[in-house]
């Protein structure tokens, strides 16, 4: 072993060996740490970061790209249920020209792409039906955008064109949606889901799109007037347009008579049909010139006489004798009418009738007026009394118990918070002052080993300075006799201390020994 790291490990041992086994356990779970810290930091370090190589794949297709993944060596892993793979991001390019050369994804709906695919020979029937599967595939992935929607299945059917038909059929649509678990569609997404077919379809209503889930459960039936996803967003219009007016009523009484000690209840009924209204109205500006005048005038003079009888009888008639004139006149005048024709139409959510009903505490009803709290909501939520509009106020006595139980509750989950806390803070107290006890008695120990290799030192260092008397005595032979034996009984005294240090305390004491051998080579 070369010179240099002779004495460098020589310490090292030779502390190690002066150490006690609590600091050496100490140590060697300080080192423990370290290394299995560093190790874990190296790996997160040097760990790829992972990217979406393709992502909403169906089942076919993940599988496919897994096994050209696995054959090629490559390491990836899957999430979202497996239809995610993640692979390393310098590689997300690369691999993907590589799976699009082999055809991966393949894809159950190529939307528009079918198009693509239409050689010279094609047929008036396969270029309807690619048209018809394309415009399947497009809605299908339109469909899959939405929130909650994993898949779907788009099925039209298009009416067949008839030159010399006088009713032609509608086109109709069916859509099967595949919903992510705990999703549910509400009504105004399944009307988003009908409009959307609806409107990229040519003659196709809303009402002739049928929809339903994975499940079996119809969202939406064609031919209904009105679909339950209608309904449902008139059932949610009326509940928060009864919300509004009880929040608006709610607030006056928490005011009045305290939060919690009144309550009070909304009912709307509104009418959601639509109506168009046309009329049409007359009027007359005197003065006004006349667009247009008409006259006719009819003058008649002659002789002869006028025939007379009696109507209806069997005897002829009599004549007579005399002139006659006869003189006619007729005017007609066109004026200028003023007409306003006006329509309208009718937005759907009128109020047809409101019904309040306000229940206060017994404890406090007393001290209020009734009439004033019933005129005060009535005026909150604007009733009207001819359209029906009623309101009602009654005083009864509330159940306290689940507020007295909640209370209790809070009160306990209070408790038990400030407990934890407590016991938290003793834990980590704990855990602190175990930790200082432990370094103090470390730094204890150490100090007094410290102390007891400075008094071997010294006695060391005494030895040393009675030989040296010895040495300069044997040199000078004036000294006196009696100070020869005092310094000979100390040297004495001192061979004894080392004596019983060295029978006491060997290991110690051959440790220092190798220490100084090895300081002095």
Do not use: C
């Amino acid at each position: 072993m070369p010179a240099a790291l002779a004495g460098p490990l020589n310490r090292i041992k030779t502390l190690l060996e002066t150490i006690s086994v609590g600091q050496k356990i100490v140590i060697g779970l300080l080192v423990a740490g370290l290394l299995l810290g560093g190790f874990m930091f190296t790996r997160w370090i040097t760990a790829p970061t992972l990217s979406p190589l393709f992502s909403n794949l169906a089942s076919t297709d993940a599988s496919a790209i897994v096994e050209e993944l696995t054959a090629e060596g490559v390491a990836y892993e899957l999430a979202d249920g497996g239809q995610t793979i993640m692979v390393a991001q310098d590689r997300v390019y690369g691999l993907r020209l590589t799976m699009s050369g082999k055809g991966l994804p393949a894809g159950n709906e190529t939307g528009y792409a079918l198009l693509d695919q239409q050689g010279i020979t094609t047929s008036e029937f396969q270029q309807q039906v690619s048209y018809q599967r394309a415009l399947e595939g497009e809605l299908a992935s339109t469909l899959k955008a939405i929130d909650g929607v994993n898949s779907a299945v788009v099925h039209i059917a298009l009416p067949k064109e008839e030159v010399f038909a006088t009713d032609e059929g509608k086109p109709t649509a069916s859509v099967l949606l595949e919903l992510a678990p705990g999703t549910n569609l509400s009504g105004e997404q399944v009307q988003a889901v009908t409009h959307l077919v609806s409107s990229s379809i040519e003659k196709m209503d809303a009402a002739d799109v049928t929809v339903a889930d994975s499940t079996g459960a119809v969202l939406s039936a064609a031919g209904e007037g009105v679909s339950s996803a209608a309904g449902d967003a008139q059932a949610q219009q009326e509940q928060e347009f009864e919300a509004r007016l009880a929040a608006n009523a709610q607030q006056i009484l928490d005011r009045v008579a305290g939060p919690g000690n009144a309550v009070v209840s909304v009912r709307a009924d509104l009418d959601f049909s639509q109506r168009d209204t046309t009329s049409e109205s007359y009027s007359y500006t005197p003065g006004t010139p006349a667009l247009s005048d008409t006259t006719t005038k009819e003058d008649y003079t002659g002789t002869g006489g006028a025939v007379g009888g009696v109507l209806g009888s069997e005897s002829t008639g009599t004549g007579g004798t005399g002139d006659s004139t006869y003189n006619k006149e007729s005017t007609t005048s066109n004026n200028a009418v003023d007409k306003t024709t006006e329509t309208v139409e009718g937005a759907p959510g009128a109020i047809n009738r409101l019904t309040v009903s306000v229940v206060m505490d017994n404890a406090i009803a007393g001290g209020l007026n009734q009439q004033q709290i019933q005129d005060a909501v009535s005026n909150a939520v604007g009733l009207v009394p001819a359209r029906g509009d009623a309101i009602s106020v009654a005083a009864m006595a509330f159940d306290q118990s689940a507020a007295a139980q909640a209370k209790a509750d809070l009160a306990a989950a209070a408790a038990a918070e400030k407990s934890q806390q407590m016991w938290s803070l003793i834990r980590t107290g704990g855990i602190g002052a175990g930790i200082l006890l432990l370094g103090l008695i470390v730094w204890l120990r150490s100090r007094r080993r410290r102390g007891e290799d400075y008094e071997e030192l010294e006695l060391d260092d005494d030895d040393l300075e009675l030989d040296r008397i010895q040495v300069s005595s044997i040199r000078d032979p004036e000294l006196d006799d009696m100070q020869a034996r005092v310094e000979l009984a100390k040297r004495e005294k001192v061979r004894g201390e080392i004596a019983e240090m060295v029978s006491d305390r060997p290991d110690e004491v051959a440790t220092m020994l190798r220490g100084w051998f090895a300081d002095a080579k």
